[in-house]
């Protein structure tokens, strides 16, 4: 099993894409500990982050106090729902966050089992939790529960895969052509992509790009792919390598055969409709493409934008690192055009988008959610804990009208992922004369 521990500053954000799988029936809540419970044991957005808001408003400035957890069996283990909770209930406190509120997603959208948890990394009194050794002990913690559940071990080749495919090339580190085996070798085995520019999008972010070139050979019309080492602006940065030097897995025929592959993979994929939910709620919550890629970034969404000499956008294209596809916007969504952000960003006209993915119920929780004792919260708390509360409402309100298409009226508001954040640091310190 592969544990891998993200960090961030945006608790909305974390709880926003696990919901929204949540919602679009690619997945649902398989345990909740020290969650406060609602009447009717379903949940939004909202109501799951008021059990944090008093761990957030206490919070001594920790920038990145969300933690976004993904537990990850060999897709060959069956495991259960039960094990699942087992599972999740001892990493946490191993990893000294067993008395943390956090919440337990389980992901049923890709073949591949998995769970997602999402929680603070501070306690009650606003300390941050030791992160020391960190990787050590999960790794740690992970041969355990491999041990107690007689889960199919991970090889250490495997558990050095994820960091080794997601290191960018270095040019001035020699052996390019090492380096560019390591990361091409890897990339069809894990993401779906159906075109030359999707993979393209996915090699830059490893600055590496591809080029196809043809030609005549004795008579017959050839194709063939060169492989270019990039630096960190995205330009030229050494000689051409043939795609023949790293096997037939790196060849123009083998590549389409993957985008044919890819293509069949992906059609009607569920985890399509979740991808254009958080590309528009992105899009409806940011005012430019800085802030708009960091609101996708902290949740496993790279973005690839494509520009000509002028700085007109001709292409945007999303990889999502969730469920392993690459897509462009135009295939993406109609709605989601190049000309959509290029309107938005270099002529600042706001977007007007009605994507409208079929909302559903929550699943409702299947174990017991107890109360957090609230004896020890400050006096100024409940103040502070109803204005934390409406921010995370206004928040849950451009979740929902990004889902079923903004209202005139609302168009002019400001969601901005870190606001909730900022304006509860800006209450402590007036509340504390700092």
């Known amino acids: 099993m592969i544990a891998k521990i993200g960090r961030s500053g945006n608790l909305y954000g974390a709880l926003a894409y696990n919901q929204l799988k949540v919602e679009n029936e690619n997945g649902y809540i398989l345990f909740a500990n020290k969650m406060i419970e609602t ?3 379903h949940y939004s957005v909202a109501q799951l982050a008021q059990s944090f808001a008093p761990y957030l408003i206490a919070n001594r400035n920790t920038e990145k106090h969300t933690l976004h957890i993904s537990l990850n069996p060999d897709p060959k283990d069956k495991v259960s729902d039960d094990r699942y909770r087992e599972m999740a209930k001892d990493y946490m406190r191993e990893m000294g966050y067993g008395e943390q509120p956090f919440v337990v997603f389980k992901h049923t959208d890709i073949d591949r089992s998995h769970i997602h948890i999402v929680s603070v990394c501070v306690d009650e009194e606003g300390k941050k939790i030791s992160d020391k050794f960190e990787k050590m002990r999960s790794m740690n913690v992970c041969r355990e529960l491999e041990r107690k559940h007689g889960l199919i071990p991970a090889t250490n080749k495997e558990r050095n895969q994820n960091d080794k495919i997601f290191r960018p090339i270095d040019y001035r ?5 090492s380096q560019i085996a390591s990361v091409i070798r890897h990339l ?4 779906q992509y159906q075109t030359l520019g999707e993979y393209n999008a996915l090699l830059s972010l490893f600055n590496i790009t591809t080029e196809k070139v043809e030609g005549e050979l004795q008579g017959k019309m050839q194709k063939g792919l060169l492989y270019i080492p990039l630096n960190e602006k995205g330009e030229r940065a050494g000689h051409p390598f043939k795609a023949s030097l790293f096997g037939k897995s790196a060849g123009f025929t083998s590549v389409e055969l993957h985008f044919e592959k890819s293509k069949t993979v992906l059609k009607n994929h569920p985890s399509q409709k979740t991808l254009q939910s958080a590309v528009t ?3 409806q919550s940011t005012s430019d493409e800085q802030a708009f890629k960091k609101q996708l970034g902290e949740q496993g969404i790279n973005v690839v934008v ?6 007109r956008i001709y292409g945007i294209t999303f990889i999502d690192h969730n469920s ?3 897509w462009n916007e135009s ?10 952000f290029n309107d938005y960003w270099n002529n600042n006209i706001k977007p007007d988008i009605n994507i409208k993915p079929d909302i559903k119920e929550p699943v409702k929780l ?3 959610i107890s109360r957090p004792n609230d004896a020890g919260l400050p006096a100024e708390e409940p103040h502070q804990l109803f204005n934390f509360l409406n921010t995370i409402e206004k928040h849950e309100d451009g979740l929902i009208e990004a889902l079923g298409g903004l209202l005139p009226e609302t168009q002019g508001e400001d969601y901005e992922e870190q606001d909730f954040t900022n304006k509860m640091k800006k209450k402590r310190k007036r509340n504390t004369g700092n």
């Open 281 to 283: 709620i992105a899009l």
């Open 39 to 41: 009447a009717n044991g």
């Open 306 to 311: 494509r520009r000509n000499d002028t700085g």
């Open 366 to 368: 299947q174990s017991k």
């Open 324 to 326: 392993k596809a690459v």
């Open 188 to 191: 069809p085995n894990y993401y």
């Open 331 to 340: 295939r993406l969504s109609k709605e989601l055009s190049a000309n959509t």
């Open 173 to 177: 580190a020699g052996d390019v052509k």
